[in-house]
């Protein structure tokens, strides 16, 4: 019992002794830290300790939750999933167990402060991250509404995002140009992994009743109730794999085969179909898979 207690003892000097390596911004992007309980075997807390002399100002300690797999703790953290196999010793398919110790990598946020001018697609630009990644570390309501002086960090990507990131990049230039805003409005929801599902758009905050307009000019190929989760729905084809959906709308003003300008009233918002309030849902399709919406709006 008493090895036990100086175990426990050198894990807690380790862990003060780090964080006080560690610069403010820093400390509050670590990630959970858990001790072991003083019950816990002898051998436990020796291994504890050989996972605890790994920690730096590069890495945190993590202990394993029910539920949690590699690959969940990758997405929840935004990290590279082969890094964390590696910085534990283990094979590409291990299981992990609660209660489990993991090293993760630790890259701190840089913190950008809004200077008159700014918008969120050049500060996006400068540091090479993409502007939905920004907004969701940021939980920001409405991306084109920033303050002069407000704080806003930076998200730092991982090998697989900047993978992404180049190839979409790639698509926009090739296939797309800006896009009008079919909604002004706080964006509620943005695109991606959302609870246990996925996101295919973005909803945008309205008021009922307020002008949905066509994000590009195109045919109108669907208008009308689409299903009982979008509700009444507009979907224009622009031609060459490309096409915008808007949905839960009050009402729809344009019928199939009519040609609409970038820019025409076509619904108008509501909340139809499986929604709590009036606002817009947004998609963009490129050859029949949905993209992030911001990477084509108009900036």
């Not at 964080?19 to 820093?26: M, V, Y």
């Not at 701190?108 to 939905?132: C, M």
Request: charged letters at 20%; hydrophobic letters at 35%; a positive charge.
């Amino acid at each position: 019992m008493e090895t036990t207690f100086k175990s426990i003892a050198r894990i807690i000097i380790l862990l003060v002794f780090f964080s006080l390596l560690l610069p403010q911004t820093a400390k509050a992007e670590m990630i959970p830290i858990q001790l072991p309980r003083a019950s816990d075997a002898t051998k436990k807390s020796e291994a504890s300790t050989e996972i605890v002399s790994r920690i730096n100002e590069r890495t945190r300690l993590y202990r394993v939750k029910k539920g949690d797999t590699l690959w969940s703790i990758a997405q929840k953290y935004n990290l590279d999933l082969d890094l964390i196999v590696a910085l534990n010793d283990l094979p590409a398919d291990a299981t992990i167990y609660a209660g489990q110790y993991l090293v993760l990598p630790y890259e701190p946020a840089s913190v950008y402060v809004v200077k008159p001018g700014d918008t969120l697609w050049d500060i996006a630009r400068i540091h090479q991250v993409p502007v939905d990644l920004i907004v969701q570390r940021n939980d920001l309501g409405n991306p084109e509404l920033l303050q002069v002086g407000q704080e806003i960090f930076i998200p730092t990507l991982n090998r697989s995002q900047r993978v992404v990131r180049r190839s979409q990049e790639r698509l926009s230039r090739s296939t797309w140009g800006s896009l009008y805003w079919p909604l002004r409005g706080t964006i509620t929801s943005p695109y991606g992994k959302r609870g246990r599902g996925f996101h295919h758009g973005i909803d945008i905050a309205g008021d009922y009743g307020e002008p949905i307009r066509a994000a590009e000019e195109g045919e109108v190929i669907f208008s009308g109730w689409y299903n009982s989760i979008y509700g009444y729905t507009v979907i224009i084809n622009h031609g060459s794999g490309r096409r915008t959906l808007y949905a839960h709308n009050s009402r729809n003003m344009v019928r199939k085969g009519e040609r609409v300008k970038a820019g025409q009233v076509i619904a108008r918002v509501g909340s139809s179909g499986r929604s709590t309030g009036p606002h817009l849902h947004f998609e963009v399709y490129i050859n029949d898979r949905t993209v992030n919406p911001l990477i084509y709006l108009s900036r």
